[in-house]
């Protein structure tokens, strides 16, 4: 048995492959620090150039720190650095995240009594690797074409994961709408499975491109309806420019993205809608920025992305002509203002509402954090049972959560 401390950064996605690998070393001791640890995971996020940089620099000083540890580097930054990374740190394990729980069962003997915490939340893969051509992408060039896991594994991954006490599953992956494509499924046909376990919980459907939404639309609101699904719809618009989103080739439309918005909304009153926005795309005007700031006030979606257009090489995007940085941050600060008080007042209009929510995780001060059935997070200031449902009353509100008291 050996001890293991496994360092996370990125999506989701990245969250969920850390949680399977921590699965798979059963038997082996995880600690909570770099220190404690005779083997050091880094899964590394390379999406932006910003957090590259991040990643390069962490490598550094987890290999400097290593001493007589073992560095095992994992996670997208391995696909573009792994060469460069082998012949900087020779005494490190670059491998794709996949393989690390392998090279490290195949080395160390595991004491099969030791198990893990039991946890509330668990992230669970679907799929990695994406069928879209954004030009601005350098994930899709990292992990592929989509690679979806069959519904049988990930049934039985999740039956495994309420077992050891999940109360909500967030599905993972690149696109979650394109699950299924390459082996002759749809998200539908997994979704209902899942929902076919006997256990109460609840699913988070992950991101959705609003292309791949289009092509299951009709059953996909089906499955929303039913009452283990998140009434959450995670759709990225990325820019309220026509001009701009045929640059970034996303593959729909404005208007696709609001008729999307629109049958949810009007299946699902309660619905949670959340996007994501690019500012600072080469050779955004300010009147395609304009453009944006008015699709954020006409769709008022509750939970925004923000995430100023970073060049990376090898996508079409980085040969663009750039927007000047002084101007992006503006225009990042501008559009997170807007949000900010966009959501604020959104969630005004809940106040004294009463929610079924399931207490998730400690907060502040002795407080608990507790999801609703739309996904909705509201703070009650006391120290709740985890893992329990209360009916919660909203009392007060800020722009990205909802404080309530027992109802």
Excluded at 170 to 190: I, M, V
Excluded at 307 to 331: C, D, Q
Aim: net charge positive; proline share 3%.
């Amino acid at each position: 048995m050996v001890s293991v401390y496994l360092e996370t950064y990125g999506c989701t996605l990245n969250q969920s492959e850390s949680e399977e690998i921590l699965s798979l070393l059963k038997g082996h001791s995880v600690v909570e620090s770099a220190h404690d640890a005779q083997i050091i995971v880094l899964n590394t996020c390379a999406v932006v150039e910003r957090t590259e940089k991040r990643m390069l620099k962490r490598v550094k000083q987890l290999y400097e720190q290593s001493e007589n540890r073992e560095l095992i580097i994992s996670g997208c930054l391995t696909e573009q650095w792994g060469d460069w990374l082998r012949a900087e740190y020779p005494e490190s394990v670059v491998v794709r995240s996949d393989h690390v729980a392998s090279y490290i069962n195949g080395r160390y003997k595991r004491k099969p009594t030791v198990a893990f915490g039991r946890s509330i939340t668990a992230r669970v893969k679907i799929a990695h690797g994406c069928q879209g051509s954004c030009s601005y992408c350098i994930v899709r060039l990292i992990r592929g074409p989509i690679a979806s896991r069959s519904i049988e594994t990930i049934v039985r991954d999740v039956q495994r994961r309420i077992q050891n006490g999940a109360q909500q599953i967030l599905l993972a992956a690149q696109d979650a709408a394109a699950y299924g494509q390459d082996r002759g499924c749809t998200l539908s046909d997994l979704v209902e499975a899942l929902c076919g376990l006997e256990q109460d919980f609840r699913i988070r459907i992950g991101m959705m491109s609003v292309s791949s939404i289009l092509n299951i639309l009709e059953e996909l609101v089906q499955t929303f309806g039913h009452p283990k699904v998140y009434k959450f719809l995670h759709v990225p618009v990325q820019s309220g420019s026509e001009r701009v989103i045929t640059l970034m080739e996303r593959g729909h439309t404005i208007a696709d993205f609001k008729r999307v918005v629109q049958v949810f909304r009007q299946t699902f009153a309660d619905v949670t809608i959340s996007t994501d926005f690019i500012v600072g795309f080469p050779t955004e005007s300010d009147d395609d920025f304009r453009a944006t700031m008015r699709v954020l006030r006409e769709v008022r979606p509750l939970k925004v992305n923000i995430t100023r257009f970073s060049p990376r090489m090898g996508t079409k995007a980085f040969n663009l002509e750039p927007v000047v940085s002084r101007i992006t941050k503006e225009r990042s600060r501008m559009l997170t203002a807007e949000h900010h008080r966009i959501a604020y007042e959104e969630n005004l209009q809940k106040l004294g509402k009463i929610y079924e929510a399931v207490a998730v995780e400690r907060g502040k001060n002795q407080s608990t954090v507790l999801y609703s059935d739309n996904y909705q997070p509201i703070v009650v200031e006391q120290n709740l049972a985890l893992g329990v449902r209360y009916a919660v009353r909203a009392t007060r509100a800020t722009p990205t959560y909802l404080i309530g008291i027992l109802s």
